[in-house]
């Protein structure tokens, strides 16, 4: 009786040591597909969805992707896994991939976070209305694209002798419609150029102006008013 029930016993270890085997096992591969699925699903969205052509010369992309549930049951798929962006919008940064095995009729979703970073221009210091920006009260910074709103800068050299229009914080992204290179009522050059030569007279800014935009001036000498491209922070040029 005694060598009955040790046989038992030995028969059931064996049983739930198989099964705990095999359960391992399982585990293993299923974690290994699970990280071949996320590789994968990396390289879907920076090939397809993100790819370099889209980005700008001062953009950064970075992609997170989130780990599949272990609970997920993920089978060896004897055909390559497909992968789908069937809700991609560019504007989220949150976007849910489908991965699918079509001759197994299974399917799961893998989520992944993409952050677009864009280098520019914020200020270094709290600025009042008409501080004059310089390389002192400037720096770049990488910042989410989702937080830029309207024209930004890339390079702070060009905004050397802008003037703010109003008050900023330190850290504040720099927009155009926040300075002018030209404001209005400035004492300002005009440049009119004809062929080889150019004329310099003065004038006075009937209203606020950045770099490459055209903006009304009085010539002071003739009272005539005209329009004229700015070139930097005291002169304006026109084509004659």
Same mark, same amino acid.
């Given at each position: 009786?005694?060598?009955?029930?040790?046989?038992?016993?030995?028969?059931?270890?064996?049983?739930?040591?198989?099964?705990?085997?095999?359960?391992?096992?399982?585990?293993?591969?299923?974690?290994?597909?699970?990280?071949?699925?996320?590789?994968?699903?990396?390289?879907?969205?920076?090939?397809?969805?993100?790819?370099?052509?889209?980005?700008?010369?001062? &953009?950064?992309?970075?992609? %997170?992707?989130?780990?599949?549930?272990?609970?997920? @049951?993920?089978?060896?798929?004897?055909?390559?896994?497909?992968?789908? =962006? @069937?809700?991609?919008?560019?504007?989220?940064?949150?976007? @849910?991939?489908?991965?699918?095995?079509? %001759?197994?009729?299974?399917?799961?979703?893998?989520?992944?976070?993409?952050?677009?970073?864009?280098?520019?221009?914020?200020?270094?210091?709290?600025?009042?209305?008409?501080?004059?920006?310089? &390389?002192?009260?400037?720096?770049? =910074?990488?910042?989410?694209?989702?937080?830029?709103?309207?024209?930004?800068?890339?390079?702070? =050299?060009?905004?050397?002798?802008?003037?703010?229009?109003?008050?900023?914080?330190?850290?504040?992204?720099?927009?155009?419609?926040?300075?002018?290179?030209?404001?209005?009522?400035?004492?300002?050059?005009?440049?009119?150029?004809?062929?080889?030569?150019?004329?310099?007279?003065? =004038?006075?800014?009937? &209203?606020?102006?950045?770099?490459?935009?055209?903006?009304?001036?009085?010539?002071?000498?003739?009272?005539?008013?005209?329009?004229?491209?700015?070139?930097?922070?005291?002169?304006?040029?026109?084509?004659?």
């Amino acid at each position: 009786m005694h060598l009955h029930l040790c046989m038992k016993l030995s028969t059931s270890s064996l049983i739930v040591f198989t099964l705990f085997s095999l359960f391992i096992s399982n585990a293993h591969a299923n974690e290994d597909n699970a990280k071949r699925i996320q590789e994968n699903v990396q390289a879907y969205v920076m090939q397809q969805l993100m790819p370099e052509s889209l980005f700008g010369a001062n &953009e950064d992309v970075k992609v %997170t992707v989130k780990n599949i549930d272990p609970r997920i @049951p993920i089978p060896q798929c004897n055909e390559k896994y497909t992968f789908s =962006a @069937p809700n991609y919008d560019k504007r989220l940064s949150s976007v @849910p991939i489908k991965v699918s095995c079509t %001759t197994l009729n299974w399917f799961t979703y893998v989520h992944v976070n993409i952050m677009r970073h864009q280098r520019v221009v914020v200020a270094t210091d709290i600025l009042s209305p008409g501080a004059i920006l310089s &390389e002192n009260n400037l720096s770049l =910074a990488d910042i989410n694209k989702s937080r830029l709103r309207g024209s930004t800068y890339a390079d702070y =050299a060009t905004l050397v002798g802008a003037r703010l229009k109003r008050r900023v914080r330190e850290g504040t992204i720099i927009t155009s419609n926040m300075l002018c290179f030209i404001c209005k009522g400035d004492r300002i050059t005009i440049i009119a150029r004809a062929g080889g030569l150019a004329i310099k007279t003065s =004038a006075i800014a009937l &209203e606020d102006g950045t770099l490459g935009e055209t903006i009304r001036v009085e010539n002071t000498a003739s009272e005539r008013t005209i329009s004229g491209r700015v070139v930097n922070s005291s002169q304006i040029e026109i084509n004659i």
